[in-house]
């Protein structure tokens, strides 16, 4: 089933503008979930440029690290989750897995993992939960 997420916030500043040759920006982004997750996320990104288009930021390509904070229901149950991402911005299209790290309240026990999914205009995350009691 998935959950759909809109980007709601992405706020994206160099770490340093003085150094182009460490070209890393830091981003501070929220997105609004919906399907099994429902609920806010903020992220912490770290983008590392491998190459960048002034003209259009989409066409880029990045490596990516960084943390989601999630704040909601999954299945009825409420509490918050905060996860680890690694991966790649190429071009679009972001392949950056997240790992649960932690969970709190009704979520404490939740473990697994998501991808994200872009097609078309529309933004999922895939799921891949453990179920728990």
């Given amino acids: 089933m998935g959950t759909s997420f809109n980007v709601t916030k992405w706020d994206e500043q160099p ?3 003085e150094k182009s040759d460490f070209p890393i920006n830091q981003v501070h982004a929220q997105y609004q979930l919906e399907g099994e997750l429902e609920g806010i996320a903020w992220v912490e990104y770290l983008l590392y440029y491998i190459e960048s288009n002034q ?3 989409h066409l880029a390509t990045a490596r990516v690290s960084g943390f989601l904070h999630f704040e909601g229901r999954y299945k009825g149950k409420t509490g918050t989750f905060t996860a680890a991402e690694k991966g790649i911005f190429d071009k679009g299209a972001l392949d950056s ?6 969970g709190t309240g009704e979520l404490k026990a939740l473990s ?3 991808q994200y999914d872009f097609v078309g205009k529309e933004s999922k995350l895939l799921l891949d939960f453990k179920d728990y009691e």
């Fill in 97 to 102: 897995p997240g790992m649960i790290i932690k």
């Fill in 55 to 57: 003209e259009d930021g």
């Fill in 112 to 114: 697994g993992s998501y």
């Fill in 15 to 17: 770490i340093d503008p």
